[in-house]
């Protein structure tokens, strides 16, 4: 049984580039939760999406950042234009049923800015 | 605004002894709450978990305590092991569900 899976493990782009991050939740979960970890703070809130959905972006930029999760495939969130801030952990979680259950998260995009 | 938080940032204890990690919310609203550990390089692994209605629950060498009082949430690990060394976070989920608020984190650091 299979858990959340991110790829890639590690992702280095240049200032200027896109990063694109991919997540595939556990089998039968359709709730997908993006949240980024910058070094040395803890995690925080970014998009919470069901399948072709997105239920709350309250923790997303303004600008550069998307997510999606579409029927088929697995959920990207889109990083444009990067820059040395972006610069972080970025970590997926799914779950089974609704809004309040477990979370179960994946190991995680390291993404290097250079 | 909402936040969780953690007393302590670092704590160093002697292997097998007990370790307490505390945890404090200011959204009372708040009625799901989460342990995790993050060991270097990996992402958050569920530890355990306890709902507003209760006070107190246990896993295995885990105690999750409740205090819906002053807000505070509490994370026991008996017999602590080398292997429990990681940075432990507490996280909240608000009644309206969605999204974690998570702590800062406590970094456990076992000592053999």
């Known amino acids: 049984n299979a858990g959340v899976m991110q790829n890639p493990r590690h992702l280095v782009r240049r200032r200027g580039q896109e990063a694109r991050l991919r997540c595939s939740p556990m089998k039968g979960h359709s709730h997908v939760y993006w949240y980024r970890q910058l070094p040395e703070e803890g995690l925080k809130f970014m998009v919470y999406?069901?399948?072709?959905?997105?239920?709350?972006e309250s923790g997303m930029p303004k600008e550069r950042f998307s997510a999606e999760f579409p029927k088929e495939g697995p959920s990207i969130l889109r990083i444009q234009q990067v820059v040395r801030g972006d610069s972080a952990a970025y970590f997926c979680?799914?779950?089974?049923?609704?809004?309040?259950?477990?979370?179960?998260f994946g190991p995680g995009t390291r993404l290097t800015v250079l | 605004g909402e936040s969780v938080g953690l007393h302590l940032p670092t704590l160093s204890v002697q292997e097998g002894d007990n370790s307490i990690i505390n945890c404090a919310y200011s959204?009372?609203?708040?009625?799901?709450f989460i342990w995790y550990k993050q060991e270097s390089g990996k992402g958050p692994q569920f530890i355990i978990d306890i709902r507003s209605n209760m006070d107190k629950r246990q896993g295995q060498r885990v105690t999750v305590l409740l205090n819906k009082t002053v807000k505070h949430l509490s994370l026991q690990i008996a017999a602590t092991q080398p292997g429990d060394s990681a940075v432990y976070f507490c996280?909240?989920?608000?009644?309206?569900?969605?999204?974690?608020?998570f702590g800062q984190g406590t970094e456990l650091s076992v000592k053999p």
């Open positions: 999406l069901q399948k072709e959905n997105i239920i709350d």
């Open positions: 959204n009372s609203a708040s009625d799901y």
């Open positions: 996280a909240e989920i608000p009644n309206q569900g969605g999204k974690l608020i």
């Open positions: 979680a799914s779950s089974p049923y609704g809004s309040t259950d477990t979370q179960y």
